[in-house]
């Protein structure tokens, strides 16, 4: 049974119980309660999927980053000699980091390039759990897709910045 009301229904409750005992003592009622929190019932597992899927999203960026930073990490480790020399001759720290940088935006762009499409394509298998949103929302594509660019920049800037720093004539000695 629904009652409308523009009143608190926590107030109304004990009056919708004195009128149905009224009308047929019989009738048992437990369990009141509003629609707000019924569609907060029927919705606790979905709100649960979604904080773990968050969850999970933020741990796979985290590992993706992590990934991304010891790549580079390595490739710098590797190309230590090559920047030495770079130094050597006289390379700015601005260069260095645009050597670094470019190989980072490059595998940034490729992961962007063949994830959006991924994302789009995918999300309209997952059209019936999207309570609220459209699948095919810009707004969250393109807030999701520049943190990731953010995030994955920064991992690739620290082993760049790292290798700007790079002293030649330890560098050249580095085997």
Known sequence: VYVRTSLDPKQLMPLVRQKVRTL????????????????????RNERLIASLSSVFGLLAT???VIGLYGVMAYTVARRTREIGIRMALGAIQGNVIWLVMKEVLVMVAIGVAMGLPLAIALST??????????PHDPQ????????????????GFIPALRASRVDPTRALRYE
């Open 24 to 43: 047929d003592a019989n009738i048992p009622l437990y369990e009141m309660r509003s629609t707000e929190e019924q569609i907060d019932l029927s919705l």
């Open 125 to 134: 298998i997952i059209r019936s759990q999207l309570y609220g949103l459209a």
């Open 140 to 155: 969250t594509l393109a807030l999701s897709t520049i943190t990731l660019v953010c995030v994955a920049s920064l991992a």
């Open 62 to 64: 985290l590992l993706a």
